[in-house]
């Protein structure tokens, strides 16, 4: 499912005359509560939610580049290294990440100094105004809350919940594209049934090679 994401955020970045390879990463996370029994919960003090984390990284046109799902308790800057290590490997071009004052220190040095990549905190300013590039991943956060089954972690495993985070991506992200509103018209990601059948994998596989051959 990553696959089909990256492949989706490619073509995107292509027909906004963008390079198919970003140069730049911003990092987030956000906690949301689990419904039912899932694994992997905790409690985040933070935001006062006891549930699972979803950590992302975007890059500057809010195309989500990864996803990793883990515990609520698990701190930013804990897990932020991993999820910037990750979104290298998919995206070898990406000369540097941002991320928040949560991501301070161990993030930082795992950057810095094991990616050998530059690394920018956004700082909060007062009076309060919009930080350059830091809003980007705050609106694919608002592009992924439109779908019905991410307002809360419906999931009972992780990788499963970071799939549907994929998948609700990938439908909006090719929904966008010019030559593909029409076939996708029924991969709305609102529209996904609470147990995604093989018909329906089948199906989203097939649109999926059609871009890519088209």
Not at 64 to 76: E, F, P, Q, T
Not at 169 to 194: E, H
């Amino acid at each position: 499912m990553g696959k089909d994401a990256a492949i989706s955020c490619k073509k995107k970045r292509k027909e906004a005359g963008r390079n198919t390879q970003p140069s730049y990463g911003i990092l987030d996370s956000q906690s949301v509560k689990t419904a039912g029994k899932a694994e992997e919960v905790g409690y985040d003090g933070n935001k006062k939610i006891k549930g699972r984390k979803r950590h992302i990284s975007s890059d500057t046109q809010s195309n989500l580049l990864n996803v990793k799902v883990h515990a609520a308790n698990i701190h930013d800057t804990t897990f932020g290294g991993e999820i910037a290590g990750q979104t290298l490997m998919k995206f070898p071009k990406i000369d540097g990440f941002s991320a928040d004052e949560g991501n301070r220190k161990t993030t930082e040095n795992y950057v810095k100094n094991i990616l050998k990549k530059k690394f920018d905190i956004s700082k909060k300013e007062k009076p309060w105004k919009i930080l350059p590039k830091r809003w980007n991943v705050e609106r694919t956060f608002a592009w992924l809350g439109n779908s019905r089954r991410l307002p809360k972690d419906y999931e009972i495993s992780t990788h499963s919940q970071e799939n549907m985070v994929m998948l609700s991506f990938s439908a909006l992200a090719l929904r966008s594209l010019k030559f593909s509103r029409t076939l996708l018209l029924n991969l709305v990601s609102s529209d996904i049934p609470l147990k995604v059948s093989y018909d329906y994998k089948n199906m989203y596989s097939q649109a999926i090679c059609s871009i890519i051959n088209s």
